[in-house]
């Protein structure tokens, strides 16, 4: 089933905007081209086989179920209601500051992540990438493994997991700062190394190719691995 916005209001729920002109199931594959405009899911309980969306696509209620592994090469936000990425998802960019993204499987972000409020849960791997600037965790985030890459993190709420946490540098030659004072373009407080909760499996800071240099200053305590 594809998107031709035949309804012209670039609502999820007007059948007209469907290829079939009825508002797609859940055994059907669901493909949305680059559009001018944001499709945006306000209400109702939607279920669908898969998406592949070109176009950014704002969650601000109801309900979306995704079956199997899913792609927006856009920015998903979510600012209400709920989302169910229960084969996985991958989306170039997403905010969340309501509602709630759960998943079953991984959720990957290849280029920019705001989370403001709401909730990410039930997903086994986070991987989320901040192309540019500062990744912010402002919301405990929660998985069995974790991966954050960024020019630079600031941590002001929890990391949990019990797989292998991943801090990594966007950059290799990027110099790593470790404990308050240390100095690094990529750097970690005291008080953000405290946020690194127990139960991860290892935990790594840096990146195997890294060529920057590492600077400690203590006393840092790690309370894992």
Request: glycine share 14%; no cysteine.
């Amino acid at each position: 089933v594809s998107w031709d916005n035949g309804a012209g209001d670039f609502l999820w729920t007007s059948l007209l905007n469907w290829s079939t002109d009825l508002l797609p199931g859940s055994t059907q594959n669901v493909t949305i081209s680059v559009l001018g405009s944001p499709v945006t899911l306000s209400s109702g309980a939607h279920s669908i086989k898969s998406l592949l969306s070109d176009a950014n696509l704002i969650v601000s209620g109801g309900s979306l179920t995704l079956a199997n592994p899913s792609t927006i090469n856009a920015a998903l936000t979510v600012s209400g209601g709920t989302v169910n990425a229960n084969g996985g998802l991958t989306t170039s960019a997403l905010t969340v500051s309501s509602g709630t993204l759960n998943g079953l499987a991984s959720l990957i972000v290849s280029n920019g992540f705001s989370h403001s409020g709401g909730a990410l849960t039930g997903f086994g791997l986070l991987d989320i990438t901040q192309a540019s600037g500062v990744l912010s965790v402002a919301v405990p985030l929660a998985a069995t493994t974790i991966s954050l890459t960024a020019p630079d993190l600031a941590l002001t709420a929890s990391l949990t997991g019990t797989g292998a946490l991943t801090l990594r540098p966007a950059a290799a030659s990027s110099s790593i700062g470790i404990g308050t004072g240390a100095v690094g373009s990529f750097s970690l407080d005291t008080t953000e190394i405290g946020l690194l909760t127990d139960g991860f499996s290892s935990m790594t800071i840096g990146r195997a190719d890294g060529s920057g240099i590492v600077t400690a200053q203590g006393p840092v305590t790690f309370n894992d691995p």
